[in-house]
């Protein structure tokens, strides 16, 4: 198992909720 992979997948989760945070729901980029 890997030990690291839930520690990489949480900070990968926060940085697509940052990327996402950037759209408006009309997946336009926000200004």
């Known amino acids: ?3 690291y992979a839930g ?3 949480e900070q990968r989760v926060k ?3 940052a990327f996402l945070k950037q759209f ?3 997946g336009k980029k926000a200004p």
């Open 24 to 26: 408006d729901k009309s």
């Open 15 to 17: 940085d697509i909720i």
């Open 1 to 3: 198992k890997m030990v």
């Open 7 to 9: 520690l990489k997948d």
